[in-house]
């Protein structure tokens, strides 16, 4: 799978997350059990993972949805 997004930001997270799914695309957020032992403090960021042969539709979507500075290169 590859990274396209690494944030501490739940709602960023999401709303990228809704986008894809609406989209067909499979994805998954990775690290989110890290944030129950660190005690939900939110220091640690979270992945958003696409697999790699949706790579480049899913950075379409996110770059038009306004998400391009967010994308993980």
């Known amino acids: 799978m590859i990274e396209l997004i690494r944030t501490n ?14 989209a067909g695309i499979h994805c998954l957020v990775a690290d989110q059990g890290m944030s129950i ?4 403090l939110g220091m640690l960021p ?14 379409r979507i996110l ?4 998400l391009a500075a ?4």
């Open 37 to 40: 032992l660190e005690g939900s």
């Open 9 to 22: 930001d739940a709602v960023l997270l999401s709303f990228a997350e809704s986008l894809l799914r609406d």
């Open 46 to 59: 979270r992945r958003l993972l696409v697999v790699a042969d949706r790579e480049d539709e899913a950075r």
């Open 63 to 66: 770059r038009d949805a306004g």
């Open 70 to 73: 967010e994308l993980r290169p």
